[in-house]
């Protein structure tokens, strides 16, 4: 079945720095890839999505870029502020609607 | 539009009763999926609901059950409460029509104490 990985568990950067966060997944048919914000307390917000036909998206300061053939995809955040402090999931299908989150990333943004 | 509602949100059960969740769609998504939410665990897939109908199903014992309802409300059911089903139960509601990969969006949970 489909496994996925999320790297790293914890990322603190300075305000207005870069982070990545790297997810791989094993399934091979895997056609559609979401990233969810949740904030302490909150729900798993969707801030962008990704399919296997395009290599790269962005929204504002969001990026997610695909490599099919290494099976990983990447969330790329650039001039951080405070309030992206969250953990962040990737998930991949397994089949259907059926998603397999990765275990998260804390992500802390220090002013 | 009115995002994904769920209630309660908040719930205290004692070891061995049952529990029934309900969760309400974005108007016009007729897929509902369920997640447990642990430390532990992370976010694992309960099973899904489209048109009435259990679509997909993840890797839970028979004692968690579900329903989808006419209005694509749909309602989760655990059985014989043990303390490992502390939890927060998350449902998230798509368009779905084909089953395949569109976006899914959650409600804020129901937290699931079981002392």
């Known amino acids: 079945g489909e496994n996925v990985e999320q790297h790293p568990s914890t990322l603190s950067v300075q305000e207005g720095d870069s982070a990545v966060i790297k997810c791989t997944y094993s399934?091979?048919?895997?056609?559609?890839f979401p990233w969810y914000k949740q904030e302490l307390g909150k729900r798993p917000q969707l801030i962008i999505d990704?399919?296997?036909?395009?290599g790269e998206k962005k929204d504002q300061r969001i990026a997610v870029t695909l490599n099919k053939t290494a099976k990983h995809f990447s969330l790329h955040i650039t001039e951080t502020q405070p309030e992206d402090s969250a953990v962040y999931f990737c998930a991949a299908p397994l089949w259907g609607q059926n998603f397999v989150f990765g275990p998260g990333t804390r992500l802390s943004v220090l002013p | 539009k009115a995002g994904v509602t769920q209630t309660p949100r908040y719930l205290i059960k004692t070891r061995g009763q049952q529990v029934t969740l309900s969760c309400s769609p974005i108007?016009?998504?007729?897929?509902v999926s369920w997640y447990q939410q642990t430390p532990g665990q992370g976010l694992q897939f309960l099973f899904e609901y489209f048109s009435e109908t259990q679509r997909n199903k993840g890797n839970f014992p028979g004692r968690f059950s579900g329903r989808q309802f006419s209005n694509s409300r749909s309602e989760m059911n655990v059985s014989t409460l043990e303390l490992g089903d502390s939890a927060l139960y998350l449902c998230?509601?798509?368009?779905?029509?084909?089953?395949?990969?569109?976006?899914?969006?959650f409600g804020p949970g129901t937290r699931l104490t079981v002392t």
């Open positions: 399934d091979s048919a895997s056609n559609y």
């Open positions: 990704i399919r296997s036909n395009v």
């Open positions: 108007s016009g998504h007729r897929s």
């Open positions: 998230a509601s798509s368009l779905a029509e084909t089953g395949e990969g569109y976006e899914q969006y």
